[in-house]
């Protein structure tokens, strides 16, 4: 049963990017690369629909479609919620954010998409189990534990990717964060010995300091990202932004990031 459970698992994950992606096509008329993981699955549609499926299909099973639906839009709203928090104070990131859309709760969830995916809710009770679990249940045992690895090996390697690109991009944020902080101490002490007690000298440094700060952000910034590959580069594109102490220098650098990811991709189907 494991193993048709994390089959299970994976097919819904890249049912729920595919519902994800055709819904923003829809709501936007954009194509966007949804998820967190690099490869074209969302975990929470596979976590939610294997947990709904397994504590809830008994239930369910004796239930009219409006309360199926009601059950549906709950449960997703709490679990989204819930996922979007912890990563949020796990990796200090966000990869959704409702903040723009009507009745939505801190950005994490909100009323359209909660019934968005109360009515996935009934196409997953209704329509893709009653023909996807008769399948994996009589899929040969041997047959079902090697897709089963097949598809973890894959899935471990997958979300090593993204874990790495993220940690390595916050590292080298912090690094160069940390070096800037040194140079302009240094430089804020030398113009301050220079200027004390002449007012147009001071204000002129005051610029100085300015220009130079920026100057030495767009510079470390080039640097930090400069050795991204565009494998981690496309894993940190899905990032909608960071919190935290140095989220403004890490959305800063997310942007950048973005930049060069959209050249390259029109560099290519040029």
């Not at 007012?199 to 002129?204: N, Q």
């Not at 300015?210 to 470390?220: A, G, H, N, Q, Y």
Request: hydrophobic share 45%; net charge neutral.
């Amino acid at each position: 049963m494991i193993s048709r459970y994390i089959l299970y698992f994976i097919i819904l994950s890249f049912v729920g990017y595919i519902y994800e992606c055709t819904a923003m096509v829809i709501w936007t008329g954009q194509w966007d690369n949804r998820g967190f993981l690099f490869g074209p699955v969302i975990p929470i549609y596979g976590a939610g629909a294997l947990a709904g499926t397994i504590l809830f299909q008994d239930l369910i099973d004796g239930e009219t479609v409006l309360q199926v639906f009601l059950i549906s839009m709950a449960a997703s709203a709490v679990l989204e919620y819930t996922v979007h928090y912890a990563m949020e104070k796990l990796f200090h990131a966000y990869w959704w954010d409702y903040s723009k859309s009507p009745l939505n709760l801190n950005g994490r969830i909100c009323l359209p998409a909660s019934i968005g995916f109360g009515i996935a809710g009934l196409i997953i009770i209704y329509v893709i189990n009653p023909v996807l679990l008769p399948f994996l249940n009589g899929l040969n045992d041997t047959l079902a534990d090697v897709l089963s690895l097949i598809c973890t090996v894959i899935f471990t390697a997958d979300l090593t990717i993204t874990v790495s690109a993220l940690s390595s991009f916050s590292e080298r944020v912090e690094a160069m964060d940390s070096f800037i902080n040194e140079q302009m101490d240094a430089l804020v002490g030398s113009i301050t010995d220079e200027s004390k007690g002449i007012g147009k000298r001071f204000y002129s440094a005051v610029d100085k300091v300015e220009e130079t700060r920026k100057r030495l952000i767009s510079d470390r910034i080039e640097r930090a990202i400069g050795p991204i590959s565009s494998l981690h580069g496309l894993s940190l594109s899905k990032i909608k932004g960071f919190t935290g102490r140095n989220a403004a220098r890490l959305n800063y650098a997310l942007g950048r990031v973005k930049d060069r990811i959209r050249r390259i991709g029109k560099q290519n189907e040029r």
